[in-house]
């Protein structure tokens, strides 16, 4: 079966540093990856997602992610945090059917 | 285009209440989906409608919950009776026909005493 594992439940970053979030997937074939954003009191948005082609996505917000079938990675990443950037992120991965299947989220600090 | 909304933002029940929860999913959304959020169980999959047939009642949760999707903009789910270990946040998604991206409704907080 399908699963998403964040191996980090937290991730502390000064603001204008780099960031990277990382989510390892488990998928028969061929996946389809997703990353969402949750800010407190509000619910999920999407971020970016990958469909089968360049590895590279570019999201909002000037996030990206790249996927990687070898190490079986949807890492996601941003070249310079901002103060509002603070909030839970999920990776997700495509299961049976239309359903997702979501990770436990890694929650972003940013020091000021 | 309306994003998903879910009302009432905020609910407050007794235990052994019947409550229910309003989403209206994007329009023209061909797949419905809801949701529980908690920190310890993180997201749960309660139901699933495409094209407003049932696909999925979610296993554990069928005795005292219940969705329903009686037209293509507007999605019910009941709690019945509500105990105080359903405190969470339900949250609703909906997505286009053919892709597999869910777009969440903001999502409603219960709390039952």
């Known amino acids: 079966a399908q699963s998403v594992t964040q191996p980090d439940a937290r991730v502390t970053v000064s603001e204008g540093a780099s960031l990277q979030l990382r989510c390892k997937y488990s998928y028969f074939g061929t996946p389809y990856l997703f990353w969402y954003v949750q800010y407190p009191r509000q619910g999920l948005q999407l971020l970016l997602k990958?469909?089968?082609?360049?590895?590279v996505v570019q999201g909002v917000n000037g996030f990206e992610a790249e996927f990687s079938k070898s190490n079986s990675s949807f890492h996601l990443r941003k070249a310079s945090v901002h103060w509002s950037d603070w909030a839970v992120y999920f990776c997700?991965?495509?299961?049976?059917?239309?359903?997702?299947?979501f990770g436990t989220g890694t929650s972003l600090l940013v020091d000021p | 285009d309306a994003g998903v909304t879910q009302t009432p933002r905020h609910e407050v029940a007794e235990k052994g209440q019947t409550i229910i929860l309003k989403c209206e999913p994007v329009?023209?959304?061909?797949?419905l989906f809801w949701y529980r959020q908690t920190k310890i169980q993180g997201l749960e999959l309660l139901s699933y409608f495409r094209s407003k047939s049932l696909m999925e009642d979610g296993g554990a949760f069928k005795d005292r919950f219940k969705a329903e999707m009686l037209n293509s903009s507007f999605s019910t789910l009941k709690i019945q009776p509500t105990e105080p270990k359903d405190s969470a946040v339900y949250l609703c998604a909906s997505s286009p026909a053919d892709f597999y991206e869910q777009y969440f409704g903001p999502g409603t907080r219960l709390t039952v005493l």
């Open positions: 990958y469909y089968p082609g360049d590895p």
């Open positions: 997700a991965v495509k299961g049976v059917g239309y359903k997702l299947t």
């Open positions: 329009s023209g959304h061909n797949d």
